[in-house]
Structures are given as structure tokens and as C-alpha cells.
């Protein structure tokens, strides 16, 4: 459990001084043009939630902190901040803006962690993840409430739904940390022009917990007022249609290029031809002209989040 942060002075850890140290301990990394360490690489291969965990421990030695010290000061548990430099957990990316603040290392642990979530998506999601994070426009449907808009407590239900392992909690809770992770790109500078087409469907099936679905309803109408995002409902009146069975993404980059990620029956796929891209992008254009407009999706949310009040008021 977290306490309340206490302001110290731990010495400035530097770029250069990292890197030289990097240097020592796993030969062959570089540094990028800039002469930061933001893009490290191993040569060995080492895994991205590793080599986080070796900059932790970096950071830490060179403030001349004892794990102890940096529990106390930091309001972290000292057996959870060791597990991060073990590589065992991923953290949530604030845990990461904490510990850059603390450090007075700019954003260097934060674009680590960016790198690091990765580890928790299967391989061939990876691809998808990366162009995600770089994408200038950003096109979705989904027949359930968009992992880029869920909030943390109906992440965390709906992921847990699919474990079944014996170290379910630690998995869900990294898979809750990187999924969280990927709405970082939404408010990053230059902000991405975000589409989104959701079925009335995410909006009928109500988390079990009733604080759960009433904070994610308002999470939704908060995300509908945003500037650079266009929620839309597609209504059931809409009647069947071509993508009932998943979900897709299309994603362009600044430099024009465009991808289709589809995901449905327990598969996926990742399109990156231009011939297949424009055919999901003209069956996208369908769904949403069939979908409500911006303000009536708004409406309707709001309209689903009344019901949802009057019958907590009245179960």
C-alpha cells in the first residue's frame, strides 16, 4: 500500500552516467542521437520488463538508496519496488512518473515501461502495439467497451473472467497495467485523431459490480466530450452486420502509411498491404454510417447511465 510521498533530495542521475554504467554491466547498448538512454537495446536479447528493472536498480544505487530507504521515502512497499527490479511485476506507468520525479530522470523510466508492458501481450499483438503508439489517426470498432476506454476496475473484471491459472492475480494485474498503458498514447503531444465505433451491445452488458459499471458509464461520457476523440454507438436498430463477431482497428502513421488489425474467434491478424487495408476501411465507413452520430451516441450513453442510476436507486 502506498503513503503519502515524502519530498527529497537524491543526487541527479544523469543520461551520460547511465549509459557509461550500461555500458559496464551488459555490453553492446547504445544510446539514441540525442545522447539520452530512451532507447537502449540489449544485445542479448534481454527482455524489455529486465532491462526496466536493471535501470531501477541503477537509478537507485547511484541516489545511494537502500531499497528501505526509498520504500520510506517514496510511499512504496519495499518488497513490491524489489519485485520491479527483479523483472517479476509491471508496475502501472504512474508508478513509473513517480519514480522519474523522483529521480530527476525526465521520462527515462516511462519510455522503459512503454517498452516493458510489451512483455505482457503475446507476440503477435507486439507488432499492432507499437504502430498503436505512433499511430496519428486512429479508427476502431468493437461490439464491447474499447480497452483504450475502459477504466481500471472493469479492466481488471473483465480480465479476470479469462484466468484461470494458478498465479491469476499477478498475471491479471499485469495485463491491467499494460492495457491501462495503451491510453497513454491518447494523451500524448501530437494527440491522435481518435474514431470510435462501439456496440450497443458493451453498453447492455453491465460489469457484476454496480460502482464498477456506473464509473465506467462515466468514464465513457467523459471520453465522448473529448476533443480530439468521436464516440459513436452503433444501435442494435442498426441490425446485423459484417463485424459482429470482433473487432477492428485501422491506424494511420504520419507518414501516410495505414495498417488493419482484426481480432475475432479467438484469433487475430495484421494487415499491412494497401489493398486490405482500403477494403476495412470502406467495411469501417459502413458501420459508421450506420452508427449514431457523436451527440446522440452521447445522449444514448447518458441515457444508459440514468437507467443504470434508477435502477440502483430502485433494485
Not at 10 to 27: F, H, L, N
Not at 45 to 51: D, I, L, P, T
Not at 195 to 223: G, K, N, S, Y
Request: proline fraction near 4%.
Amino acid at each position: 500500500m502506498r503513503r503519502a510521498a515524502v519530498t527529497v533530495r537524491v543526487p541527479m542521475v544523469t543520461a551520460c552516467a547511465y549509459a557509461a554504467e550500461g555500458a559496464r554491466r551488459c555490453p553492446g547498448p547504445r544510446t539514441t542521437d540525442r545522447g539520452d538512454v530512451g532507447e537502449v537495446v540489449d544485445a542479448e536479447g534481454e527482455s524489455g520488463r529486465a532491462v526496466l528493472g536493471r535501470t531501477l536498480k541503477f537509478l537507485r544505487e547511484q541516489a545511494g538508496k537502500t531499497l528501505g530507504q526509498l520504500a520510506e521515502e517514496t510511499g512504496y512497499d519495499k518488497s513490491y519496488l524489489s519485485r520491479l527490479e527483479s523483472g517479476e511485476r509491471l508496475s502501472k506507468m504512474a508508478v513509473m512518473e513517480d519514480l522519474d520525479s523522483y529521480y530527476k530522470a525526465g521520462d527515462l523510466l516511462v519510455r522503459h515501461w512503454q517498452v516493458a508492458r510489451l512483455d505482457a501481450f503475446k507476440d503477435q499483438y507486439k507488432r499492432f502495439m507499437k504502430l498503436e503508439t505512433t499511430a496519428r489517426v486512429m479508427h476502431v470498432f468493437t461490439p464491447a467497451v474499447p480497452g483504450l476506454l475502459q477504466t481500471e476496475d472493469f479492466a481488471r473484471e473483465v480480465l479476470s473472467r479469462a484466468q484461470t491459472t494458478v498465479d491469476g492475480d499477478e498475471v491479471i494485474e499485469e495485463q491491467v497495467a499494460a492495457r491501462l498503458g495503451r491510453q497513454y498514447r491518447l494523451r500524448q503531444k501530437p494527440e491522435p485523431d481518435v474514431r470510435i465505433v462501439m456496440d450497443e451491445f458493451a453498453l447492455r452488458r453491465p460489469a457484476a459490480d454496480i460502482r464498477t459499471w456506473r464509473d465506467q458509464l462515466l468514464h465513457l461520457e467523459a471520453a465522448a466530450l473529448w476533443p480530439n476523440l468521436a464516440l459513436q454507438v452503433l444501435p442494435f436498430s442498426a441490425g446485423a452486420h459484417h463485424h459482429m463477431t470482433g473487432s477492428l482497428t485501422l491506424l494511420w502513421q504520419e507518414d501516410g502509411s495505414a495498417v488493419a488489425y482484426k481480432e475475432g474467434n479467438g484469433c487475430s491478424q495484421l494487415d499491412e498491404s494497401p489493398e486490405d487495408v482500403l477494403r476495412y476501411r470502406l467495411s469501417y465507413d459502413r458501420l459508421r454510417d450506420l452508427a449514431l452520430s457523436p451527440s446522440d451516441s452521447l445522449a444514448f450513453i447518458r441515457a444508459v447511465l440514468k437507467e443504470h442510476r434508477h435502477h440502483d436507486a430502485h433494485p
